[in-house]
């Protein structure tokens, strides 16, 4: 079935600094692709998402783009701020539409 | 993207009462709802799939007697954790599906069972 695996955090930053969390998957066909992200003591946001291959996913300064060669999903910011610390979330649905979440990477950013 | 509430958002309660958790739906009329748990420092869970107007679909190893689960409407689902113990404390998280795929989560219910 479909899986995700995303790096394990912490990942620690200062502000400013660039941000790159690695995600690939496994899928049959082209599912689309999402990233979550949980801030502390709250539920999950969808961050942004891809639908096809090729696509790029944006919001916020995050971006992530859909490569089907490499079976990625990496999700980039080119300057984080310490409000982006959180917990961002890999995911793609399996063959029945339950989403499938990565273990979550952390990531902290001090000013 | 959608709305989506649970209430309450936090509750401590004695082992060995019930606990019902709310999710609602603000602004979508979801046929499908999902209910999943939260360790701390942990990925989520996923418990059971809500359908309105019929019985939830558990996952294995849920014990679909302690955890009910009702989506008597498009627009309400609620879990119900009987007979709760100190184990079952955790983060419960409720979401709605819409669109290709994606799911739109509530803001959680913090379970404490002393």
């Known amino acids: 079935g479909n899986s995700v695996t995303q790096m394990e955090g912490p990942v620690t930053l200062s502000e400013e600094a660039f941000l790159t969390i690695n995600c690939t998957y496994t899928?049959?066909?082209?599912?689309?692709l999402f990233w979550y992200v949980q801030y502390p003591g709250e539920g999950l946001q969808l961050l942004l998402k891809?639908?096809?291959?090729?696509d790029k996913g944006s919001n916020k300064g995050f971006e992530a783009t859909y490569r089907k060669e490499t079976t990625s999903f990496h999700l980039e910011k080119g300057s984080v701020q310490v409000s982006d610390s959180a917990v961002y979330f890999c995911a793609l649905p399996n063959n029945t539409d339950k989403l499938i979440f990565g273990t979550g990477t952390r990531l902290q950013v001090f000013p | 993207g959608a709305v989506v509430s649970q209430h309450p958002s936090w509750v401590i309660c004695k082992s060995g009462t019930s606990v019902k958790i709310e999710c609602r739906s603000l602004d979508f009329q979801a046929t499908t709802m999902f209910w999943y748990r939260q360790f701390p420092k942990q990925s989520l869970m996923l418990m059971a799939t809500s359908n309105e107007g019929s019985k939830a679909t558990y996952e294995q190893g849920v014990e679909k007697d302690k955890f009910l689960i009702n989506h008597a409407s498009l627009t309400l689902s609620t879990l119900t954790v009987t007979s709760a113990h100190p184990e079952d404390s955790s983060f419960y998280i409720c979401?709605?599906?819409?669109?290709?795929?994606?799911?739109?989560f509530g803001p959680g219910t913090r379970l404490t069972v002393t």
């Open positions: 899928a049959t066909g082209y599912p689309s």
């Open positions: 891809a639908t096809k291959a090729d």
């Open positions: 979401s709605l599906r819409r669109g290709s795929g994606e799911q739109y």
